[in-house]
Nanobody
């Protein structure tokens, strides 16, 4: 059984920080591109950041300079460090693992940015 388990979501004030974690089954982590996506109510799911097996990263323009994606290959875990958060960052954040045409999704974790 393969799975992605997310944690770290919650309520944070604008300008604050939060770190999301996604613990992945080893079989869908090694050699896989890992990514974070987010979806606000009534909106589509958008890419936030991705990291390749070699550690190369890409970010949505809206989070560049504020968010950092990283991976710990020994722990088969991917992280999203969120700094200087804004109300528009409020969404359910999903972890994804992908390789070739196979995609796996976590159940999501809620992040709410509010004053």
């Amino acid at each position: 059984q393969v799975q992605l388990v997310e944690s770290g979501g919650g309520l944070v004030h604008p300008g604050g920080s939060l770190r999301l974690s996604c613990a992945a089954s080893g079989s869908i982590f090694s050699g896989h591109t890992m990514g974070w996506y987010r979806q606000a109510p009534g909106k589509q799911r958008d890419l936030v950041a991705v990291i390749t097996p070699s550690g190369m990263t890409n970010y949505a323009d809206s989070v560049k300079g504020r968010f950092t994606i990283s991976r710990d290959n020994a722990k088969t875990t991917v992280y999203l460090q969120m700094n200087n958060v804004k109300p528009e960052d409020t969404a359910v954040y999903y972890c994804r693992s992908s390789r070739t045409l196979n995609n796996y999704w976590g159940q999501g974790t809620q992040v709410t940015v509010s004053s």
